[in-house]
Each structure stands twice: as C-alpha cells, then as structure tokens.
C-alpha cells in the first residue's frame, strides 16, 4: 500500500499586464518534477493579458480592480481577503504594478517573491531600461528579490545579467532583461518550493546558510 504523496507548494501569481513571467512560470510548473503548483492567478485589472494565458492554463482567476477602491489601504484589504481565500504557501509578483501597503507585506513576510529589472540595489522604481542607457553602464539585468516594506529594496535572492551593447535601445535592452527573467523566475520558485530558500533575521538564506551576496547567472 503506497502512502499518499505529500502535498507541494501552493503558488499564487499576481500579475498586472501581458503575463510573459506568469507564463515563463506556468510551463515550469507542468514539468513533471517541479515541486509546487500554481493554484491562482490575481489581478488588478480586469482585461489584462496575463488573466487569458491563466484562463488557457486551466487556472483559477481573480481580478481585485485597484480603480473601484478609494485608497489604498482598502485595496489592499480587499486583495489580501482575497489571497487568504485561496491560503498560498508563496505569493509570486509577476509584473504586479502596485506598491503594497505595510500591513499587506507583513501578511506574507518571507513567503512574497518580485522581479525587478535591474540590478539591484540599482536603479530602483520605474524606465530602468533608459536610466542604464543614460548611465553608459556595460552590465544590466534582473533582480529577484524577498518582498519587505522598502520598495524594490527587500533581500535579493539572485540576479541575472546581460551586456549592454553600444547600439541597444530602451527596447531592445528591455528583451534581453525579459529573457533572462524567463530563466531565472522559475529557478528561485522552484528553491522556494524545495525550501532552500528562505528570509531570515539577517537577509536571504539558502540551504541553510546565510548568503553574501545573490546567486547571479553570468551575462550573456
């Protein structure tokens, strides 16, 4: 008599525009071998693409539209109520563009995942594409990072990078950087899944020791 197997864990993406990271991470999850499964997608806007690449993944939806709340405190109460229901072992920020509140980062301190297009702490918030190319930087890149109250500022878990070439434009920059979030998005969900890794008292830890800076894939 073999024994059920044990449950993986249950992932929750939130997403706000075309889904391409959402997406990156629903192929992982069909890989036969992958620990976790996504359970939900959410979302802040009603006719955001990423809401279709779930709804053709047979996923379940939910849409919290951030412009039918008059603050947000009470958008993020609504969200939260809402991501509770569904009771995810990891919230994943794909492309989520809103600031969260304290009280909402709180609720999921160490269990919450976002990817920013830089290479944090650089270039934090918005057109980090332009501001490397304004810069004349020679490196470039993505950054995930644990989810806390300073924004774009929680611990960074690992990086990828990608060179800037002398002809890139803010567009073709923004590419380089989205095919490497593909990558690596689903690298740091699956280290999460198999619990190597977690937020401690002194920043990021991976197989149970603490790191002294992120894990980075070589630019290419």
Known sequence: MKADPAPVPKILVL?????????????????????????AVGCNKPGAFALERAAQANLTTFVVDHTKYGSREEFDAALLAEILRHNP???????????????????????????????????????????????????????????????????????????????????????????????LYPIVVRWFCEGRIQLGTEGVMFDGAPIERPMRLPAN
Not at 17 to 31: C, H, K, P, V
Not at 114 to 127: D, M, Q
Not at 153 to 171: C, F, L
Request: charged share 20%.
């Open 89 to 183: 072992d990891l919230v994943v920020l794909a492309g989520f563009m809103r600031i969260l509140t304290s009280d909402f980062v709180r609720a999921f301190r160490g269990r919450m995942l976002n990817i920013h297009p830089s290479l944090l702490p650089a270039y934090t918030g918005l057109n980090t594409h332009q501001r490397v190319l304004e810069a004349g930087d020679r490196t470039h890149g993505v950054s995930i990072h644990f989810v806390t109250e300073e924004l774009d500022g929680g611990p960074v878990i690992a990086q990828a990078e990608v060179a800037v070439a002398e002809d890139d434009t803010p567009e073709s920059l923004a590419e380089k950087v989205q095919q490497q979030e593909h990558v």
């Open 15 to 39: 997403a706000s525009g075309s889904g391409t990271n959402l997406q990156a991470l629903i192929d992982a999850t069909r890989e036969r071998d992958f620990p976790g499964e996504i359970i």
